[in-house]
Structures are given as C-alpha cells and as structure tokens.
C-alpha cells in the first residue's frame, strides 16, 4: 500500500514570497490533515479535512495559510507571504474515518499515518 | 501551556540499558497514541492505548496508559542503536461530529550509544 505522499521535500524562500505544498493520502482516506512541526516540537494541527470539507481549522493563521481539498483526495497547503518564523516541517497525514459505521464513539478508530513532511527555510 | 507533557526531553543512554519516558496531562484522553520519528520522515504510529490501566508490549516496548487515562509512559529494555529517535507521545480528544484531534507533546529524543 503506497503510504502519504508530499511534494516538495525541500524548500528555500525568501520571507514575503509565496509557497504551495502539495499532499497525496493513502487511498480510501477519508480524513486529511496538515500539521506545522516546528524544530524541537511535536506536530501542531494546522487543519483537518473531512473529505472536502473542514472539520477544524482553528489554528490555521488564515491571514497568510490556506488550504484546500477540491476533490476530497489531494490536498495544497500555500503561505503567502511568508515570515521568518514559518521555518519548520510541514507534515500532512491521513487516516481512514470509520464514524460513518457508528464507530465515533471508538477510541482510536482512526489512525494517522504521516507523510515524510516538506521542510520549509524562510531566509 | 503545552497540553502534553513529555519527560525527559533528551536522553542519552549506552546499548544495553533500560529506560521510561513519560507523557503527562490534566486532562482525560479518549485514547493515547505513541510515535517514533527519524530526521527527514514523519512520525510512525507504534501503538494506541485506549482503556485506562491497559498495557501494551511490542518486543522491547512496553506502553502503559495510567487508570485515569491522562497519562502514559513507554519502557524500553534493553535498548539498541535502532531504537534512536524522537518518541511522541499524542493524546486524542473529540473535536465533536463524530471527528477527533490528536494533540502532540513535544517529545522525547532519544539517542543510544553502541
């Protein structure tokens, strides 16, 4: 089973430009999730996605990040413009979403399995 | 306020030796995910603990999530250079309509001298 895929795997800016990342999720993943993983942190969620649509985007800086899942399946995450302080690992996961069965209620019902990130230098 | 505590933040320990990590919080958790994280990849999922007191083993590792489900810690024995990394520990809440969030600590980074 091919896992989460993530493009760019690198990338160098100059803070006030622009940067799109891209994010494929395992196929059948209902859920999709982008998280901003900063050097000696642990992840922080950014959004997540139910499908296409945005179950929690609370800790989305919607001033200069937006996200988007057209179709339900890949995912762009853009910064515009960027500041100095966005240097860090943008990770993107996806997990299945089992709540449809009536299993919410089932804790860990749903996994996340981790692409390997886009690390982002903001000069 | 970090949600999730994790203890200690850096250990260094020679092959060989046992050691627990430890992820801490006030507040109660539908479930608890342990991760290990490499340079340059994402986390892997090692386990979910899901029921307060259970215990779970995977080879060398053993996770334990506490009676009131706000805490766990990670043994591992016998530790090995393979066993390097970043231990995250991610505890995970309902976000309501039958969705949830996992929120992470900062980590554990482990690092284990042949």
């Known amino acids: 089973e091919a896992g989460v895929a993530q493009s760019p795997r690198y990338k160098i800016i100059e803070k006030r430009q622009s940067v799109a990342f891209w994010c494929n999720p395992i196929?059948?993943?209902?859920?999709l999730y982008w998280y901003q993983q900063i050097l000696g942190q642990g992840p922080k969620l950014l959004i997540q996605?139910?499908?296409?649509?945005?179950?929690?985007d609370s800790q989305l800086p919607k001033d200069r990040f937006s996200a988007e899942r057209l179709k339900g399946v890949d995912s762009t995450l853009k910064i515009q413009p960027a500041k100095l302080e966005d240097s860090a690992v943008y990770l993107c996961?996806?997990?299945?979403?089992?709540?449809?069965?009536?299993?919410?209620?089932?804790?860990?019902?749903?996994?996340?399995?981790f692409g390997p990130g886009t690390r982002l230098t903001v000069t | 306020t970090q949600l999730l505590e994790q203890s200690p933040q850096f250990l260094s320990i020679q092959e060989g030796e046992n050691l627990t990590v430890y992820c801490n919080s006030s507040?109660?958790?539908?479930?608890l995910q342990w991760y290990r994280q490499e340079p340059g990849e994402g986390p892997v999922l090692l386990v979910t603990?899901?029921?307060?007191?259970e215990v779970k083993k995977l080879k060398r590792l053993t996770f334990q999530f506490g009676d009131a489900r706000k805490d766990s810690s990670l043994h591992i024995t016998a530790a090995q250079t393979g066993d390097t990394g970043l231990y995250l520990c991610?505890?995970?809440?309902?976000?309501?309509?039958?969705?949830?969030?996992?929120?992470f600590g900062k980590g554990t980074k482990l690092s284990v001298i042949p």
């Open positions: 507040s109660v958790f539908s479930s």
């Open positions: 196929s059948g993943h209902a859920t």
């Open positions: 996605f139910q499908n296409n649509g945005v179950v929690d």
């Open positions: 996961a996806s997990s299945l979403d089992l709540s449809w069965l009536g299993l919410a209620g089932h804790r860990g019902a749903y996994e996340q399995y």
């Open positions: 603990v899901v029921t307060g007191g």
């Open positions: 991610a505890g995970e809440l309902s976000a309501g309509a039958g969705s949830y969030q996992l929120t």
